[in-house]
């Protein structure tokens, strides 16, 4: 179903952007609502209560827009998934990684066609332990570093990421990793090991740059040990994906890839914290279905 006989449900988390998702949802809705489109609008009392309203849009054929980040976007993913209905997202998060993945528009009359005109294509998500993520599961210093944004609330948006990259990489020190992929184990003393389906993770790193979100693998990014100097010497080098010809980082390929390490670490998956490990990741193919 295209143009005005959707029904779209947005879900919106008021504190995206800055509180600024209120404000990007509503040029858009009125847009659908002017194309003659049926738009009902949520604002988020907390993910179960955003994952269950996902759900029942879903299940009756409701478009469903994640209206915010990453972290709204992981909220809905599961629900969408799980009722085979379709997402649709007005990316206004501090990250917006898996928008950025997407290829879509950040202006709300692009945004209003692509939601009323796209096509649904069929893309690939992650499992850990029966949850959804889209965009990756990593762990190592960059769990640090989605610790340290989150309580980076104050400084600005354009220098969280920056700023918990570098003092992540200062305070942290590699941790002996068993990487299992498809059966194959391997061990390696490193700073992150990164299970991703999209290229991009903290805010437009470009840390998988080969990854695809349809080609039913998964691309593990392990980033070994070096001194702390040589890596952060490197960060533009993460922006640009071209890290991945550095000697000490490795990329594997697969569909199933299990992680622990010989420490306590916890891991994350798009900015959220998922569980310390050990943990097991597994790619869906083709599970979700989004307008882009």
């Known amino acids: 179903m295209t143009g005005a006989g959707r029904a779209f449900h947005f879900l919106v988390n008021p504190a995206s952007g800055g509180g600024k998702a209120p404000a990007a949802a509503v040029p858009v809705a009125r847009l659908l609502r002017d194309a003659g489109a049926r738009v009902e609008v949520t604002y988020s009392t907390g993910p179960v209560a955003c994952a269950d309203l996902a759900r029942a849009s879903a299940a009756r054929g409701d478009v469903v827009v994640a ?7 992981a909220s809905v993913a599961g629900p969408v998934v799980d009722a085979d209905g379709v997402l ?10 898996f928008a950025r993945m997407l290829g879509l528009p950040d202006q709300p009359a692009d945004l209003a ?3 009323l005109e796209g096509v649904p294509e069929r893309v ?11 965009g990756s599961v990593y762990a190592g210093v960059d769990s640090l570093a989605s610790e340290i944004v989150d309580r980076s609330q104050r400084l600005p948006r354009s220098v969280q990421y920056p700023y918990a990259a570098l003092r992540s990489v200062l305070a942290f020190t590699p941790a002996c990793f068993t990487v299992e992929v498809d059966g194959e184990r391997r061990e390696e003393e490193a700073y992150t090991v990164v299970v991703a389906n999209s290229g991009y993770y903290g805010a437009g790193m470009h840390v998988a740059p080969d990854a695809s979100l349809t080609d039913g693998l998964l691309d593990v990014v392990v980033v070994g040990a070096a001194s702390k100097l040589r890596l952060v010497r490197s960060m533009p080098k993460l922006y640009a994906g071209t890290h991945v010809d550095l000697d000490e980082v490795t990329v594997l390929r697969g569909n199933d890839v299990r992680l622990s390490a010989q420490r306590p670490l916890t891991a994350y ?3 959220e914290r998922l569980t310390p490990l050990p943990l097991t990741v597994s790619v869906r193919p083709a599970a979700l279905s989004v307008l882009r």
């Not at 649709?88 to 998060?93: K, N, T």
């Not at 690939?124 to 889209?134: A, C, N, P, S, Y």
């Open 124 to 134: 690939d998500v992650l499992d850990v332990g029966g949850r959804t993520v889209l």
């Open 67 to 73: 209206v915010g980040g990453d972290g709204m976007l």
């Open 113 to 115: 066609r692509l939601l």
């Open 269 to 271: 998956g798009d900015g």
């Open 88 to 97: 649709g997202v007005v990316p206004c998060g501090r990250g917006n990684d």
